[in-house]
């Protein structure tokens, strides 16, 4: 698709009843952030409830109530990758904003994942053939990560400061580029809608996490991944207080902008409905803790043993390797050392549109073989992203002499090539002959819509 130039707002999506999108950017004096209300108590959720759009209008109602919002909003929202209730809460939010707001525009935390379709984005915070528009909204932008055209410096991080949160992972002075959108002046507050759930890099999802690599430039992200991957996935995934959350919230203090979260919790019910279980609202990091205590409750399962066998039937959410990882990273605790991860996906058709030609190059390998990679392989220093998605995948093993040994040996079924399987170091099976009936015996699990939840085993 032609991508969106936040400098050519004839390129944006526009809602017909909108203002002139050329007002979109605007450089009087941002609000004080510090007048902003602390309130850690807006919100409701728990595993147990169930809000519906009548509940989430009560929640926004009270989080205005307790803001100034100043006149111009942009909403970070989520990217196709998140199954959340972003269609339902937005429109909530266009039509609960104070008079005091000229427009809202929107921002799509994609990371460096490719962009959406326009039908996609419209879809994503509510718009359909039933509502063609929302009240003040203005433009739709996509995030572009690499280009630092798009982007404005914010600060820098010390190598001894950075060394000091990650303790002692990663000391290395990082430049803290962000989405221009974001910088001083444009914008009065930022509203970050977006969900909960276990994450590989950061811990849990949500929170901080939308600014830096949701809306960030590749300084933060390559950083943030790689820690991540030395901190090892065993040791951080559905953990609260990671390196990396202590990194993400630091960095995330220099944004010029009120703040305002609205983070959610939510999961597919077995009839496939999305049920929201908390929104969580104000302050960014209490509404995340808060959203992690609920998350640690419907996300996290627990088996009784591990297997020789697990089958993932992948989420279709995940149409790429680069995120359809998630099958490893959230399965691999279950697998039983020597075992078998079998992923099958024929909705998955590529490796990664963004990072395939580096993640081609190298494969998927434990991380100290990585390792050694990174130290003596210019492309990969200067994409640690991609370096720690390669070990990530692999989950777990050693590197030693020489000799390689993955904790579980890993096959995917999907429409990417055998060749190309074999070329990443992954194995192979033709989907076509997938026989779920084959993995009906003690030693195998089946998981459908893997990757959602994290699968841990009674006990550690």
């Given at each position: ?6 400098r ?9 009843q909108?203002?002139n999108p050329q007002s979109?950017?605007r450089?009087?004096q941002?609000?004080?952030?510090q007048?902003?209300?602390r309130?850690p108590?807006?919100g409701r959720?728990g595993?147990d409830?169930d809000l519906d759009s009548?509940a989430m209008?009560a929640?926004?109602?009270e ?9 111009r ?8 990758t998140r199954?959340d209730?972003?269609?339902v809460l ?5 039509k609960?904003?104070?008079?005091s ?14 962009p ?8 994503k915070i509510g ?6 528009s929302?009240p003040?909204?203005g433009?739709?932008?996509d995030?572009h990560?690499?280009d630092p055209?798009?982007?404005?410096s914010i600060?820098r991080?010390s190598?001894?400061r950075?060394?000091e949160?990650?303790?002692?992972l ?15 002046g444009?914008y009065d507050?930022?509203?970050?809608i977006?969900?909960t759930?276990p994450?590989?890099?950061a811990g ?6 939308y600014f830096?690599p949701g809306v960030?430039?590749?300084d933060?992200?390559?950083a ?5 991957a ?10 609260v207080?990671?390196?990396i959350?202590?990194l993400l919230?630091e960095v ?8 305002i979260?609205?983070n959610?919790v939510s999961n597919?019910?077995?009839e496939?409905r ?6 969580f609202?104000?302050?960014?990091t209490q509404?995340?803790?808060?959203a992690?205590e609920v998350?640690?409750q419907?996300?996290?399962q ?12 992948l989420d ?25 991860l079998l992923?099958y996906?024929?909705h ?11 993640i081609?190059?190298?494969?998927y390998h434990v991380?100290?073989r990585?390792?050694?990679w990174?130290?003596?392989?210019e492309?990969l ?9 390669l070990?990530?995948?692999r989950?777990?093993?050693e590197w ?6 993955p904790r579980f040996h890993?096959?995917?079924?999907s429409?990417v090539?055998?060749s ?9 099976l ?8 084959r ?7 089946i998981v459908?819509?893997?990757?959602r939840?994290?699968y841990l085993?009674?006990?550690?």
């Amino acid at each position: 698709m032609q991508t969106r130039d936040y400098r050519n707002p004839q390129s944006a999506i526009r809602n017909p009843q909108s203002e002139n999108p050329q007002s979109a950017i605007r450089n009087p004096q941002s609000s004080n952030p510090q007048s902003a209300i602390r309130n850690p108590q807006l919100g409701r959720g728990g595993p147990d409830m169930d809000l519906d759009s009548a509940a989430m209008r009560a929640v926004v109602q009270e989080t205005f109530a307790a803001y100034s919002l100043g006149r111009r909003v942009l909403a970070i929202v989520p990217d196709k990758t998140r199954d959340d209730p972003t269609d339902v809460l937005f429109p909530i939010l266009c039509k609960e904003l104070p008079p005091s707001v000229e427009r809202i525009d929107v921002l799509i935390a994609q990371g460096t994942h490719p962009p959406m379709t326009d039908a996609e984005k419209r879809a994503k915070i509510g718009l359909s053939h039933e509502r063609s528009s929302l009240p003040r909204l203005g433009i739709i932008f996509d995030h572009h990560w690499d280009d630092p055209a798009h982007l404005v410096s914010i600060g820098r991080l010390s190598a001894a400061r950075v060394r000091e949160i990650t303790g002692g992972l990663f000391a290395e002075s990082i430049d803290l580029r962000i989405n221009r959108l974001l910088g001083p002046g444009v914008y009065d507050t930022v509203f970050v809608i977006g969900g909960t759930t276990p994450h590989e890099v950061a811990g849990f999802s949500g929170g901080t996490k939308y600014f830096f690599p949701g809306v960030g430039g590749p300084d933060v992200t390559h950083a943030t991944h790689w820690v991540g991957a030395l901190a090892t996935i065993e040791h951080t995934i559905g953990r609260v207080d990671t390196p990396i959350r202590r990194l993400l919230d630091e960095v995330a203090s220099f944004v010029p902008l009120q703040v305002i979260s609205f983070n959610s919790v939510s999961n597919r019910t077995d009839e496939g409905r999305l049920r929201s279980h908390a929104l969580f609202t104000g302050d960014i990091t209490q509404a995340f803790r808060r959203a992690t205590e609920v998350s640690a409750q419907v996300h996290i399962q627990y088996m009784p043993r591990r297997f020789c066998q697990v089958v993932a039937l992948l989420d279709p959410h995940y149409d790429e390797m680069w995120t359809g990882g998630k099958a490893s990273y959230r399965l691999g605790a279950v697998i039983e050392p020597g075992g078998e991860l079998l992923i099958y996906a024929p909705h998955l058709r590529t490796v990664s549109k963004t990072h395939g030609k580096l993640i081609r190059k190298y494969g998927y390998h434990v991380l100290d073989r990585v390792r050694e990679w990174v130290e003596r392989n210019e492309d990969l220093r200067e994409n640690l992203c991609v370096a720690a998605h390669l070990t990530h995948v692999r989950y777990a093993g050693e590197w030693k002499n020489g000799i390689e040994t993955p904790r579980f040996h890993i096959t995917l079924a999907s429409q990417v090539p055998e060749s190309e399987c074999r070329q990443v170091n992954l194995g192979y099976l033709d989907p076509a002959g997938f026989d779920p009936t084959r993995y009906q015996d003690s030693d195998s699990v089946i998981v459908e819509n893997a990757g959602r939840d994290l699968y841990l085993c009674n006990g550690g």
